[in-house]
């Protein structure tokens, strides 16, 4: 009796991070989505800078914005800031039209922060819907 081997090893790697990638794009895109839904919108260069990038060699998904101003409304700024690292004292500020501002700092809106953990069950969901019958 002989008994002939067969390794498809290589397809189940290929569907699994074929899998994978459409996992990340598709969770990437939500928390995008939700980052942008969550943003206060006066210019809507902050809304608009955010993105997300799947990367397919280390299997990742990365969301964020390259806008200064998008870290201010994520993290706030002055005494407002969520790690308590910001400035102490009141400073002013120039605004696009020219106008002065003195302020304390910016409140934070942690519009990518909350995006995620509005999101965090529906992506889990999905991640066992997409491989939970991997065994």
């Keep these: 009796m002989s008994i002939k081997f067969q390794n498809y090893s290589s397809q189940c790697k290929d569907a699994l991070k074929d899998a994978g990638l459409a996992f990340l794009e598709e969770a ?31 299997m990742t998904c990365g969301i964020g914005s390259n806008y200064e101003n998008a870290i201010w409304e994520e993290l706030g ?15 002013i500020w120039t605004d696009d039209q020219g ?5 304390q700092g910016k409140h934070p809106r942690r519009m ?21 019958g991997i065994g």
């Design 28 to 58: 990437g895109g939500e928390i995008e989505a939700q980052t942008k839904k969550n943003c206060k919108v006066v210019t809507g260069k902050t809304k608009g800078s955010f993105s997300h990038i799947v990367d397919e060699d280390s």
């Design 77 to 91: 700024t002055g005494i407002y800031a969520v790690e308590g690292n910001g400035r102490k004292t009141p400073w």
């Design 99 to 103: 106008k002065k501002h003195l302020t």
């Design 112 to 132: 990518l922060f909350n995006a995620f953990n509005s999101l965090r069950s529906a992506i889990q969901r999905y991640a066992e819907e997409k491989f939970g």
